[in-house]
């Protein structure tokens, strides 16, 4: 049997000789913060004459999410060493290499929203020449959350079950990070996970300075007593159904806005579903209701009287100084939210819950192709 076996390769090696094995169609989904493996394995079968020859290979990032063609560098792995290009020191890394010389496995993280695009992996030997494509996509999304009352009016618990109500958690400090990482500029102290209080500053300014006064950073107010009073930050990290804009030609009220997305199967969307909603493409320059009483909208592409340079989610507050909720009387169009039931596509109808309950985390795959 084992000169069976021994003819069997040798006859392989009258053949191609470096071989990949295709992960597969299914992109790679992990949160912000993360670290996450991007598949890459192959065969190798050793040639008569080059004994032992190492391949050599080369990781590049094809496209981001945006659709943009990048063709950048990240590492390439020859002769055992590996070399990271520059942008990608400290964040990524081949676990396997050169242990195990099949397995080209990418090691990738802390993850940042502009990760997400898709990657390609290429492996060389001689003239023979393979790659596959690994398409990565990162969920979940940081944002600031202030009280209706006023600025800095949440205690830790309060701070938490804030984060709890708008279908997030209080953000960790890696979070946070990744967001800064990614251009998140926002000057109010919040709490995060640890019990530190922290913001995020790409333009430092006086009254907002970074971590080390004039350098962009995440300024950090370090450990606080859980009674001290500030905003929070939060991580909503699925959004698990789909948020739409009800726009009528006359205006609603928060309770009629209520109504309105009832009506529809649905609910008023929460502030973590709309940031959520906002990260996959929503593009909407009209303030609405959320659950939580206050009024918001999101922008992808800014644009004049759309609110400001910069994408994102604007909040129409009460007062010139950026607190308080609009009066409920007043009239808005809405953002509702409807879950998905992963079984069978079905509507859930989580109209009798003042807010949206978490939806059990579903499968993605299955998601996307309803
Ligand atoms: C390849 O390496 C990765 C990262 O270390 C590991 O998780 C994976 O199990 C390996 N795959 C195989 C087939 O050895
Ligand atoms: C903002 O303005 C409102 C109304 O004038 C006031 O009640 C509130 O205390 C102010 N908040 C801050 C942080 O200045």
């Not at 604007?314 to 409807?338: H, I, L």
Request: glycine fraction near 10%; charged fraction near 25%; hydrophobic fraction near 35%.
């Amino acid at each position: 049997l084992e000169s069976l076996l021994l003819l069997v390769l040798w006859l392989a090696t009258a053949e191609k000789g470096l071989h990949m094995q295709k992960v597969g169609s299914g992109s790679v989904r992990a949160a912000l913060a993360e670290l996450v493996a991007l598949p890459c394995l192959f065969s190798l079968r050793p040639r008569p004459g080059a004994t032992r020859e190492a391949p050599r290979i080369k990781w590049t990032k094809v496209r981001t999410a945006s659709g943009q063609r990048q063709d950048l560098p990240i590492l390439v792995a020859k002769d055992n060493v590996v070399r990271v290009a520059k942008g990608w020191q400290g964040r990524v890394s081949l676990p396997t290499y050169p242990r195990h010389r099949a397995n080209a496995t990418l090691l990738l993280g802390p993850l940042r929203a502009s990760d997400s695009g898709l990657y390609r992996c290429q492996v060389v030997r001689g003239i023979e020449d393979e790659q596959d494509l690994v398409p990565l996509e990162v969920t979940g999304v940081v944002f600031h959350y202030r009280a209706a009352l006023d600025r800095y009016s949440l205690t830790f618990a309060e701070a938490q079950e804030a984060c709890r109500l708008n279908s997030a958690t209080i953000a960790a400090p890696r979070h946070l990070q990744a967001a800064f990482e990614d251009g998140f500029d926002n000057c109010d102290a919040g709490w995060l996970s640890d019990r530190t209080v922290r913001y995020p500053i790409t333009q430092s300014r006086p009254g907002c300075y970074g971590d080390r006064s004039s350098l962009p950073g995440v300024r950090n107010y370090g450990r606080r007593d859980p009674r001290e009073l500030y905003d929070v930050y939060c991580f909503a990290r699925e959004l698990g159904g789909e948020v739409f804009y009800v726009g009528l030609a006359r205006r609603l009220t928060l309770a009629g806005a209520r109504a309105q997305c009832r009506r529809q199967g649905a609910v008023l969307a929460s502030v973590g579903q709309l940031h959520l909603a906002w990260h996959e493409g929503l593009d909407q320059c009209d303030p609405g209701w959320l659950a939580d009483g206050s009024v918001r909208y999101p922008i992808q592409t800014p644009r004049r009287r759309c609110g400001g340079p910069a994408p994102g989610v604007r909040t129409v507050y009460r007062f010139v100084n950026r607190t308080g909720f609009p009066a409920p009387g007043e009239r808005f169009d809405a953002y509702c939210f409807r879950g998905m039931c992963e079984d069978h596509g079905m509507t859930l109808a989580l109209g009798l819950v003042p807010y949206p309950q978490k939806l059990p985390t579903s499968n993605p795959k299955e998601l996307s192709l309803m």
